[in-house]
């Protein structure tokens, strides 16, 4: 039939339109279901994915929840348990960043060395991309995606160039934000944590064998010592023997001799008195 598919549109939109006036008409519009009531007439809308019908968000009193993966312009992280900057002034965000809309300035000491923290950082909202290279990059996690998308201003310049002061949120902003993201990073940071200190306990223990292990004398030392105290145990033994040898020698020669004598006493004392009797 020529102009069904026109009947068929319109139909649709009628369904919609009738759905909307019954839902405006309920005490709670499904639209305000699980939506978060901030006072003075605000809330933020949750709208689930099963919810039907056209919905009028009564902007900017009335707002929509924005997912948690949504970016616009990035923000720095300060760190409240620390009580410091994430950031270190590696410049890798501003090395990789499209457009070049990132300047980091790195701090100094009182000696004019210098420090890992940014002096300044600023971020040229008119040219982000939005594609959070930055983001992907940082080595630190000290930089993110911020939701605020509200960004209109009178003037371009310099309102849109944002400095570290107006870019610096807390950890607890984040978590608020993205708080899948922020539990996986937590998670791995700690996983990491734990690995390091198996790694350094295996560390210190393979340490601790090495130096066990110098304090001995390797095998062949320990073999050749006990050769040579073996040989000197031998050598002492055999020594011994030959002095107790000789000895015993001299003994028998010096016995031998005391019997000689008195063989030689005796046969003059017979002599004598044979001599005698005659």
């Avoid at 006990?226 to 010096?254: F, H, I, L, P, R």
């Amino acid at each position: 039939m020529f102009g069904s598919g026109l009947l068929k549109g319109l139909g649709i939109t009628l369904k919609h339109a009738i759905d909307t006036f019954a839902d405006d008409r309920k005490g709670t519009p499904s639209r305000y279901q699980d939506s978060v009531v901030l006072g003075n007439g605000r809330r933020i809308i949750e709208q689930p994915i099963t919810q039907e019908g056209l919905l009028t968000i009564q902007y900017p009193e009335e707002r929509r929840l924005l997912p948690e993966r949504f970016r616009y312009i990035p923000m720095l992280i300060w760190d409240t348990q620390a009580n410091e900057d994430k950031c270190t002034a590696c410049g890798i965000c501003a090395k990789v960043c499209p457009p070049q809309c990132i300047w980091i300035v790195r701090d100094i000491d009182g000696n004019g060395r210098p420090v890992a923290r940014p002096a300044e950082f600023y971020i040229d909202a008119t040219v982000c991309m939005s594609c959070s290279f930055c983001v992907e990059f940082c080595p630190f996690d000290a930089i993110k995606m911020n939701h605020d998308f509200e960004l209109a201003v009178y003037d371009r310049y310099p309102q849109l160039v944002y400095d570290k002061a107006e870019l610096t949120v807390p950890v607890e902003y984040y978590a608020a934000l993205w708080p899948v993201q922020f539990a996986a990073e937590e998670e791995t940071k700690r996983k990491k944590e734990a690995e390091d200190k198996a790694k350094a306990k295996a560390k210190a223990k393979a340490d601790a064998a090495k130096a066990a292990a110098k304090a001995q004398p390797p095998p062949e030392a320990r073999k050749q010592s006990v050769t040579a105290n073996a040989q000197a145990a031998q050598a002492t033994t055999a020594e011994n023997v030959g002095v107790a040898s000789a000895n015993g020698g001299d003994e028998a020669a010096a016995k031998k001799a005391r019997m000689d004598e008195l063989k030689r006493k005796a046969a003059e004392a017979a002599k004598k008195r044979k001599e005698g009797g005659a």
